[in-house]
């Protein structure tokens, strides 16, 4: 790939919210972001999503790991769904490796409906930071400004990077959006709104 494309990985573990884990993928495949999708269940074939669609990712994070290429440097975004999903995600040390490294790193890191209560907090990453979540799992965060807007980007003052919360399947295009938004372009993140009907 061309140097200036940016790159997301997104976690797909079973149980993950399938409108959460694929409305990222396909906005920004439109914005010309090169997304790769891990599955976190030992088996890239089939990883069953929260309601039953099954999804074939394009490797699994182990093999990913295994191949060195999971150095923050080949990233720009790491993207976490919700879903019951996020709790496999929380459970694995490969993905709980990454996320932090990324986040060490100045680098997006990206979660969604439960996983910013269930996989950031646990990590530390929401500390002191403004984010949102799905409704009821603010409870598990003590350290945090929780919001009730339905997308939250805090970014890293002074440097790259920062974290991109959202709260559910609902809000799933503006959380993209969002995304498309810091990795690419402002403008380019509203033509992709555009384009879909997203009104935002």
Known sequence: MAGNVKRALVLLAPGFEEVEALTPVDYLLRAGVDVVTAAISGSAAGVAGSHGI???ADGTIEDLAAHG???P???DAVIVPGGPGAVNIAASSTA???IKAMAEAGKWVCAICAAPAVVLAP???LGSRKFT???GYEDKVWDAEWSEDRT????NHGKSGGIITSRGAGTAGEFSIAIISALVSEAEALQIADRVLLKL
Do not use: H, Y
């Open 152 to 155: 939250v980007k805090d970014a």
């Open 69 to 71: 290429k999971l150095a």
């Open 54 to 56: 099954k999804v074939t």
């Open 96 to 98: 709980n490796e990454f």
């Open 123 to 125: 990590l530390g990453l």
């Open 73 to 75: 440097a080949g990233w």
């Open 133 to 135: 979540c799905f409704p």
